[in-house]
């Protein structure tokens, strides 16, 4: 059995930032693809940056040039640094990933999810 865990959310000023961290533990060989995915309150669920097996990174433009995904496979670990935060990027963070389990599936997870509220 795989499980995600988020963490790293928080209360920030606008032009803050935040480091969220997305622990996978159990059965798990190797993370294969990751993706931040963000929630806020009456909107639908929002791809925010995803990084493949082959390191390959993608962005939502409204996070472009502000956001940074990351991982480090020896921690199954991975990050997403958020820079110059904004109000409109109050929402809850989920991370979700393709995972090689030590039975060499592959199985797809999702974490609870972390809060980030962006307010003065």
């Known amino acids: 059995q795989v499980h995600l865990v988020e963490s790293g959310g928080g209360l920030v000023q606008p032009g803050g930032s935040l480091t969220l961290s997305c622990l996978a533990s159990g059965s798990v060989f190797a993370i294969k693809s990751a993706h931040w995915y963000r929630q806020a309150p009456g909107k639908e669920r929002e791809l925010v940056a995803s990084i493949t097996v082959r390191s390959e990174i993608t962005y939502a433009e409204s996070v472009k040039g502000r956001f940074t995904i990351s991982r480090e496979s020896t921690k199954n670990t991975v990050y997403l640094r958020m820079n110059s935060l904004r109000p409109e990027d109050t929402a809850l963070y989920l991370c979700?990933?393709?995972?090689?389990?030590?039975?060499?599936?592959?199985?797809?997870?999702w974490g609870q999810g972390t809060q980030v509220t962006v307010s003065s």
């Open positions: 979700n990933a393709q995972i090689l389990t030590t039975e060499f599936q592959t199985s797809d997870n």
